[in-house]
């Protein structure tokens, strides 16, 4: 897992450059992060691809079990022929509790565990209210800003507000690494789930 962990990063930042280009509402000077979003998201693929690559091999994959799933999937959809369905294994789940002991960089993905005891209609719903309030403070907060700040932040240059972007691209980036990093060490428990 720690492989397509890391080989995901470029594909997070990606993200991230994107939501980050829209909350500065798209501003010319900031044209540079649609170019960094793109190359992020190739470096992603690329890794990504590679990542895949090793857990296949790893799982005793060869090029030969490919080329015959490649004629498999020509002769069912371009042939129209029936094939036969190989037969695998069931993965096995393994649910571990963490230690009391256990310290670990928490995310998003956590909230989970905390709404994990919820119904799904309960936790759509929250997920709705937190979706519905987070957009109307985006929508509406902007007018309430006083105007002598809005002139300001116009006024400062293209220099701060590449700063800015920088730093909301480069934190959330650096802190997912760090908590990735912790996780991936040898012999460090895994919390969270997986």
């Known amino acids: 897992w720690k492989g397509v962990t890391w080989g995901m990063l470029p594909l997070h930042t990606s993200g991230i450059v994107a939501c980050c ?16 979003q793109a190359g992020c998201t190739c470096l992603g693929n690329t890794t990504m691809a590679f990542a895949m690559y090793r857990l296949a091999v790893a799982s005793g994959w060869t090029f030969d079990d490919g080329k015959q799933d ?23 789940v393994v649910q571990a509790a ?17 709404w994990a005891l919820d119904s799904d209609a309960y936790f759509l719903g ?25 002139d300001g932040w116009s006024n400062v240059g293209d220099g701060v507000h590449s700063g800015a972007a920088a730093l909301v691209i480069v934190v959330p980036t650096l802190l997912n690494c760090a908590k990735w990093y912790q996780r991936s060490q040898e012999g460090a428990e895994f919390v969270g789930d997986i």
């Open 70 to 92: 490649a004629e498999a999937l020509y002769a069912r959809w371009v042939l129209r022929e029936d094939v036969e369905a190989v037969e695998t294994e069931a993965p096995t």
């Open 126 to 150: 929250k997920l709705l209210a937190l979706s519905a309030f987070l957009a109307y403070v985006v929508k509406y907060t902007p007018p309430l800003i006083p105007g002598s700040i809005v």
């Open 98 to 114: 963490p230690s009391a002991t256990t310290a670990s960089l928490l995310g998003w993905e956590d909230l989970g565990d905390a």
């Open 21 to 36: 280009y829209h909350l500065f509402y798209n501003a010319p000077e900031l044209s540079w992060c649609v170019a960094l």
